[in-house]
């Protein structure tokens, strides 16, 4: 999901160390919760249509010590999207240590089910089909079970649950191993936070920008890129003026085949928001790009995990995903 990629500067000279970046979130014990609006561009055939509310997406970090858990749920909303589009997805990244659990649920649309893009508009009537996997990561090893299931109707982000019943009664779980490289973050969010902490911590000292960090999704491995970094100043989004932004060009290559997908991160560079995302661009398929929009006031559903039914569903899913593929 990348929007199109703006021309990055050269870095600015090194600014002075600062102080404040060192009490930046999630790098010490605590928790962030953010809110985003998500602004979406169609192009339709001839002509394109731009939409300033198509969906909402909820960023939530926690940290205790050694543990870590990152958590991002992103979806369109059917009645205001472009020709209805419901596309959305769930990721609970949980740290500790060498060890993590990584859950993920997503939609899925005409592009995913062969894993190759198919140049066709996803339907606006009609069932769903939703893909889940269950990652348990230790440090010399990641395994994956993922499963798919098909509903009558379409689920949008705000009624996950009913998608985490059909999975818990589900039995059919495709098991993989992977050898997990030295250092690899167990999934994308884990990635991107460290080396968007990383990136803050380099800006404040005046050191060289991080160049990449490993990670795991889905059985394969990639390699997160910080390409360019620039410092942007009293940026207006939305009515509000940040003061002082870092913005990135990031892209993720796959180790197998070296395919890239470039996206954008501006971020707080620093006080005790130091690290987390302003805006995030990126290409969601060939025809939609979109931009998550940090916005207090927009209307997103809770973390899940944070339901303790929701979270009670999670985990019973992954115990049974192991059970039943171990058989």
Known sequence: MMASVAASLAPPPPSPPSTATVAALPSLTGSIDYPYRVIGRARLVFFS?????????????????????????????????????????????ETNGDRADVFVLRSLIAEDKDGQPVRTLPRADGGGQYRASCSSASAAMVQTFTTTVATDGKIDYRSIGHVLDRIGSHSAWKPTDLSR????AP????????????????????????????????????????????????????????????????????????????FIVSYFADGPRAGVPVVIAFRASWWLSLELQLDDRYD??????????????????????WTRASR
Not at 49 to 76: I, K, N
Request: glycine fraction near 6%; charge should be positive; proline fraction near 6%.
């Open 187 to 262: 999934g994308f969010l884990t990635a991107i936070s460290t080396m968007l902490r990383r990136s803050v911590q380099a800006s404040a000292s005046g050191t060289k920008q991080p160049a990449a960090v490993a990670y795991v999704y889905n059985g394969t491995v990639y390699d997160l890129q910080l390409r360019r970094v620039q410092h942007d100043r009293n940026v207006t989004i939305r009515n509000t003026t940040y003061p002082d932004l870092l913005k990135g060009q990031f892209i993720s290559v796959r180790r197998r085949d070296g395919d890239q997908t470039p």
């Open 300 to 321: 997103v559903p809770a973390d899940p995990s944070a339901d303790p039914v929701l979270s009670s569903k999670i985990r019973s899913i992954c115990a049974q995903a």
């Open 49 to 93: 249509v731009s939409d300033d509310d198509v969906g909402g997406a909820r960023l939530t970090w926690r940290r205790d010590g050694d543990s870590e858990s990152v958590r991002m749920l992103v979806g369109s909303e059917p009645g205001r999207a472009p020709r209805a589009l419901n596309e959305w997805a769930y990721t609970a990244e």
């Open 181 to 184: 490289p030295t250092d690899a």
